[in-house]
T-cell receptor
Framework: DAKTTQPNSMESNEEEPVHLPCNHSTISGTDYIHWYRQLPSQGPEYVIHGLTSNVNNRMASLAIAEDRKSSTLILHRATLRDAAVYYCILVVGGSNYKLTFGKGTLLTVNP | GAVVSQHPSWVICKSGTSVKIECRSLDFQATTMFWYRQFPKQSLMLMATSNEGSKATYEQGVEKDKFLINHASLTLSTLTVTSAHPEDSSFYIC????????????FGQGTRLTVV
């Protein structure tokens, strides 16, 4: 499975934007970039995913580098409820679909 | 978004007994379901992948005779931990996705299993 590298932890202040980086230098042309987050004692929650173009939804934005070797999850205005572990995952589509979680980034949001 | 319901949320069982955990997709048909295990302060570890009507595909190192997975319908998958031991105590999480093209997966709320 293609691997991703994320910082172990990041800190942000409430109401400020947060940029969570992810490196995936071995990404292949058919790998999708998925982001999930997990709050304590809960199952993960889907955040966003993309292939080549930047993506926006109500939760976040995903900025994908032109060479696709890195991406950034953007939370436009962090709230205390955004404190979670964020996982960047490369997903092969089709019948070989599999979500393999790495260690993720623990985001702390300060009031 | 789509809802995946997992039951029970927590369970305590005696060593040597079996425990069944249910995972239901409430508003979509789950062509594929996944089962994960998570130990404290660790990431999720994929245990197995199951497609409706087919046998589950287990990850390396996961005992298929101990962790029985059934995916009998498009909305229900079950994980049975047989002859549970204290080392099986963990947070078990299911996930489901719809369709065969690249789509997001949705997760249950998890089941905390404690074996005493």
């Amino acid at each position: 499975d293609a691997k991703t590298t994320q910082p172990n932890s990041m800190e942000s202040n409430e109401e400020e934007p947060v940029h969570l980086p992810c490196n995936h230098s071995t990404i292949s042309g058919t790998d999708y970039i998925h982001w999930y987050r997990q709050l304590p004692s809960q199952g993960p929650e889907y955040v966003i995913h993309g292939l080549t173009s930047n993506v926006n939804n109500r939760m976040a934005s995903l900025a994908i580098a032109e060479d696709r070797k890195s991406s950034t999850l953007i939370l436009h205005r962090a709230t205390l409820r955004d404190a979670a572990v964020y996982y960047c995952i490369l997903v092969v589509g089709g019948s070989n679909y599999k979500l393999t979680f790495g260690k993720g980034t623990l985001l702390t949001v300060n009031p | 978004g789509a809802v995946v319901s997992q039951h029970p949320s927590w369970v305590i069982c005696k060593s040597g007994t079996s425990v069944k955990i249910e995972c239901r997709s409430l508003d979509f048909q789950a062509t594929t379901m996944f089962w994960y295990r998570q130990f404290p302060k660790q990431s999720l570890m994929l245990m197995a992948t199951s497609n409706e009507g087919s046998k589950a595909t287990y990850e390396q190192g996961v005992e298929k005779d101990k962790f029985l997975i059934n995916h009998a319908s498009l909305t229900l998958s079950t994980l049975t931990v047989t002859s549970a031991h204290p080392e099986d105590s963990s947070f078990y999480i299911c996930s489901a996705r719809e369709g065969t093209v690249n789509t997001e997966a949705f997760f249950g709320q998890g089941t905390r299993l404690t074996v005493v």
